[in-house]
């Protein structure tokens, strides 16, 4: 009975407020509560917008404090292998004072060794440049033997290539020798010719003549073995280049290498007629090798 006459009382007052206002000013208070709305959703758009924007913030704070962060791990650990190397450097300075048992002559060499190290960009600019150097020279040299080579020679019958600083010179057997012999073929000697006219234009260069064989044994009234054969057909170029195209002896070279250092398997014969080959290799004679690596030549 009460909750009914108390709802009966906010239903009059309620008649009665709205009997107070103005259809006008209701409607007024309508538009402005709609504004009012209107401009709320708009501070949340923009309230979304601002913390969108916080939280780019927030990572790319967060990367940059991980890129400094690692920076900062690298700079430690380089500073760390700093300080390792320049331990190593006194411990090993300290063993070198302690080899007391060193004799003059020695000690001597190793403070012009610590003198040469205080030189060393000179040395290494020195050696560089002599590399270039002989670069250059068996690069040429190659291209003129091919050049002079090329007219009736077959591919597989020579092969020219720079190896490091020489120029290998590798001939077929059936080209240069008659079979199981260490003979040389009319048409090896003209080829020899013509390896000779250039070998003549490098004073410079040493010539090694290799005799290589495959794995098939031989032994003759003239020949023991393959150690044999290869170091008979190696002196039979070298003869050939001293006495028929004028090659000075003292810059030729012979050498038998057998059946090994082989190119291919033996197991075949095309892998065998591979391995039966003399190889030619024109070189920088040794003094002037060592001289470029005299620290006493390196400039001032």
């Not at 082989?262 to 030619?280: F, K, P, Q, Y």
């Not at 060592?290 to 030549?297: G, Q, R, T």
Request: aromatic share 4%; proline share 2%.
């Amino acid at each position: 009975m009460k909750l009914t006459l108390k709802f009966l009382f906010i239903l009059s007052l309620g008649v009665f407020v709205t009997s107070c206002v103005s259809k006008k000013e209701f409607q007024q208070v309508q538009a402005d509560l709609a504004k009012a709305n209107e401009e709320l959703g708009e501070c949340g758009v923009s309230l979304n917008d601002y913390m969108n924007r916080l939280g780019a913030c927030e990572e790319r704070s967060k990367v940059k404090d991980n890129t400094i962060k690692l920076r900062q791990e690298q700079i430690d650990d380089l500073r760390a292998q700093l300080k390792d190397a320049r331990e190593v450097r006194d411990k090993q300075l300290t063993q070198v004072g302690d080899l007391t048992v060193l004799s003059q002559s020695a000690n001597n060499n190793i403070k012009e060794t610590l003198s040469q190290l205080e030189r060393k960009d000179k040395y290494i600019n020195l050696l560089q440049a002599a590399k270039t150097k002989a670069d250059s020279i068996n690069l040429a040299l190659a291209v003129n033997l091919k050049q002079s080579l090329k007219g009736g020679i077959e591919d597989d019958d020579v092969n020219i290539k720079v190896d490091k600083t020489v120029v290998m010179i590798n001939l077929s057997d059936k080209m240069l020798y008659q079979s199981g012999s260490a003979a040389i073929t009319s048409r090896a000697d003209e080829v020899l010719g013509k390896i000779a006219t250039i070998i003549k234009e490098r004073q410079g260069f040493d010539v090694m003549v290799e005799g290589y064989t495959d794995n098939v044994p031989i032994k003759n009234d003239c020949i023991t073995d393959n150690w044999d054969l290869s170091v008979k057909r190696a002196t039979s170029v070298v003869r050939a280049l001293q006495k028929n195209h004028g090659i000075d002896p003292n810059r030729l070279i012979a050498a038998g290498r057998g059946e090994f250092n082989t190119l291919a398997s033996n197991d075949t014969s095309e892998g065998r007629a591979t391995n039966r080959r003399t190889r030619i290799i024109i070189m920088p004679q040794l003094d002037q090798f060592y001289d470029l690596l005299n620290p006493n030549n390196v400039p001032k």
